[in-house]
Nanobody, 125 residues
Framework: VQLQAFGGGLVQPGDSLRLSCAAS????????IGWFRQVPGKEREQVSC????????YYARSVKGRFTGSRDDATNMVYLQMHSLKPEDTAVYYC???????????????????WGQGTQVTVSS
């Protein structure tokens, strides 16, 4: 199981950015996917997740209304579209996967056990 997040970069406040997560070595469609972020010295924060079959998506309060998660099981790709970025969104973003949860389970806080390399997002003027 391998996950690789990419698409980060340096953007200005108010800009948009789309992160991608490529999955390999496993069948993505049976995994619940989560997006997390971490700032050095702070706890990791889960910002979004999407259940199997793209049935449900959940968002942390800090990003709700600005971030949208999606998945394309046919291509083993997961996406996090981020709009109206703020300096406080600056972090390393990770995608993670966990198997064994249904399409209608709240995927925030699940025990994600497959993690990929992160991608840095910096929001600064």
């Amino acid at each position: 199981v391998q996950l690789q997040a990419f698409g980060g970069g340096l953007v200005q406040p108010g800009d948009s950015l789309r992160l991608s997560c490529a999955a390999s070595g496993f069948t993505l469609k049976i995994y619940t996917i989560g997006w997390f972020r971490q700032v050095p010295g702070k706890e990791r924060e889960q910002v979004s997740c999407i259940t199997v079959g793209e049935t449900l998506t959940y968002y942390a309060r800090s990003v709700k209304g600005r971030f949208t998660g999606s998945r394309d099981d046919a291509t083993n790709m997961v996406y996090l579209q981020m709009h109206s970025l703020k300096p406080e969104d600056t972090a390393v973003y990770y995608c993670a996967a966990v198997r064994g949860y249904g399409s209608r389970v709240n995927c925030l806080g699940l025990p994600y056990n497959n993690w990929g390399q992160g991608t840095q997002v910096t929001v600064s003027s």
